[in-house]
């Protein structure tokens, strides 16, 4: 029989010298959920999603215990990347609403202790944006320094090799003045030059007017892209690249995680800090894809030993998307990353976002309930994608009707690297568009044909449903020291698709154990304790059940919290 021992990694909270789960500030204790504004509930009857909408929502967002809010961009924007392409950074979109609206989510959601993020797109404006009107008017005006223009090759093509993660170069000519400006995404979205001092001070400037309106931080946008190789070098090529997405055939060596990046993200840091006071922390979220080793100089460095660093409070962690699902992947994948925090370093974990397939569709719906345990039991900070918490996966798009650009923009790989499957509108109920909006609209992307059994509404007093089995756990998480604390201790479970870990606090002990497999096992885990209850189990049949640990059954695809005696 499998036996779980105690003898792998201890982190220690004290060593860490992270606070108790008493005194963990808001941002650790936080379930952070993304919103995303187009398709979560449309107020207007135009079958986009917008801030009233949000507002008729916060009860439900409130009664399955998330309590942070990421909207993706809510500024104006011709849509080009349905908002990652701002025009206007300090007004509201009109589709999505007005400032009012914004203010009453706001004030909506801190009534219910809630707090709010933005989503900030500083690495590139809209080529409808006033300041980049300007840049390109001639090659005098004041703010043609403010985005990155370049003379073209001797050939008369675009100046360097670099590529757009949305096809072809990342390049564009600019027919008026002759000169090339840079674009990692669409043609519409070009590209800030922070090698100018002003173009910070702007953006700054545009932050400062978010936190005066209140706002409790900002997720930045491919924070780790935003300065450039200052002599634009070539990248060189990926001997590993075999097809697919373009992009991957070049390494990044020249537009991603440059050293002055951290610079700018200090600056950002110092002015959320200015707006910080005892209890109402301002948080940085940095959108960062990046190994361990170089991730981790996201957090800063912490000189005054504050216990936080100077740049991200949560540099985002994907590893969970990424990761093959296995549990020795997935218990090695987070040991490392525990390993590799520095002291200051504040975990946190994302099963889904609106650029990555749904976590249904990826591991199916047994292993989406063991992922969505494991995301909410890890130490550290969860991020959540809305509809993940309903089952929602990802929805065919017939070919005429798919919007997003890095797919139409790439044919040949569309299917690969379309994001309008994991962006359709949410499932409330069992109404025509599934109550996102009214029965006679045509919703921006087509509802998924299952939402009638997958909604809200069927599953919010459907015990064996996914929203059931999510509000059961959030709760769990949010009352539980054990799981918000600062203690992680992974397990040798004997199994190898078990993964088990301790998360231990204020005299509570738990253990996780979680079957990646379809094998059911009998484990031993009376190393540790001779007998525990079972807290939450991801069926349904065994909550509260008292087992002796010598020889405890584990389901197929079966996940257990279990408070140790
Ligand atoms: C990352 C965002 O998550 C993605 O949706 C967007 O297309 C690009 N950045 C460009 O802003």
Redesign the pocket.
């Known amino acids: 029989m499998p036996t779980i021992n105690t003898t792998a990694q201890t982190r220690n909270p004290r060593s860490l010298g992270v606070n108790a789960s008493s005194t963990l500030r808001w941002w650790q204790k936080a379930i952070i959920y993304q919103v995303y504004p187009r398709s979560f509930q449309d107020s207007t009857g135009d079958g986009i999603g917008d801030l009233q909408g949000i507002i008729q929502r916060l009860d439900y967002l409130k009664g399955i215990h998330v309590d942070t809010l990421w909207l993706s961009p809510i500024n104006p924007s011709p849509m080009h990347?349905f908002g990652?392409d701002v025009a206007d950074y300090t007004g509201i979109e009109p589709i999505f609403g007005t400032v009012d609206d914004f203010t009453q989510l706001l004030d909506g959601a801190h009534a219910r202790d809630m707090k709010v993020l933005l989503d900030l797109?500083p690495?590139?404006t809209s080529d409808e944006h006033a300041w980049f009107a300007q840049s390109r008017a001639n090659r005098t005006n004041p703010k043609r320094n403010w985005y990155i223009w370049s003379e073209p090759a001797a050939d008369g093509g675009p100046p360097n090799n670099w590529l757009s993660y949305f096809g072809g170069p990342a390049w564009t000519l600019d027919t008026t003045t002759g000169q090339y400006y840079l674009h990692q995404?669409d043609t519409h979205?070009p590209e800030l030059n922070y090698r100018n001092p002003a173009v910070l001070e702007a953006m700054l400037g545009e932050m400062r007017v978010w936190l005066e309106r209140g706002i409790d931080g900002f997720r930045v946008?491919?924070i780790w892209l935003m300065i450039k190789d200052a002599a634009l070098r070539d990248e060189p090529p990926n001997p590993d690249w075999s097809g697919g997405p373009p992009i991957f055939s070049l390494y990044h060596i020249h537009t991603a995680d440059q050293p002055e990046v951290h610079t700018l993200i200090r600056a950002m840091r110092a002015l959320l800090d200015e707006y910080t006071s005892e209890g109402r922390e301002r948080i940085l979220v940095g959108?960062i894809y990046l190994p361990n080793a170089r991730l981790m100089k996201y957090y800063g460095s912490d000189p005054l030993v504050r216990g936080v660093g100077d740049e991200c409070h949560l540099p985002f962690n994907f590893q969970l998307i990424g990761a093959p699902w296995d549990a020795q992947s997935v218990r090695t994948m987070v040991d490392a990353y525990e390993a590799a925090l520095p002291v200051w370093g504040w975990p946190n974990w994302v099963l889904g976002?609106?650029?990555k397939r749904r976590i249904a569709t990826r591991l199916g719906k047994d292993q989406a309930r063991v992922a969505t345990m494991l995301l909410l039991t890890l130490r550290g900070t969860p991020t959540w994608y809305y509809g993940d918490e309903i089952g929602m996966t990802d929805v065919r798009i017939p070919p005429e009707l798919v919007r997003d650009p890095?797919a139409v923009n790439q044919p040949e790989v569309a299917d690969e690297v379309g994001?309008d499957p994991q962006r359709t509108p949410m499932h409330w109920d069992d109404s025509p568009n599934a109550g996102f909006c009214p029965p006679d609209v045509t919703p921006w992307l087509p509802v998924a044909a299952d939402y009638a059994q997958n909604s809200v509404l069927s599953q919010e007093s459907d015990p064996r449903s996914p929203l059931w089995f999510f509000r059961l756990l959030t709760d769990l998480r949010q009352k539980s020291p054990a799981l918000l604390g600062s203690s992680y201790r992974s397990m040798e479970s004997g199994a190898s698709d078990v993964f088990a870990f301790l998360r231990e606090a204020d005299s509570q002990r738990l253990l996780i154990v979680l079957n990646f497999g379809t094998q059911p096992h009998h484990l031993d885990l009376s190393a540790i304790a001779p007998a525990g209850s079972i807290l939450l189990d991801t069926g349904v049949a065994r909550q509260g059940d008292l087992h002796f640990l010598n020889s405890l059954p584990l389901d197929p695809n079966e996940g257990l919290i279990i408070s140790l005696i």
Request: hydrophobic share 20%; no cysteine.
């Open positions: 990347d990652y797109v690495n590139h995404f979205q946008d491919v959108e976002n609106h650029d890095q994001r």
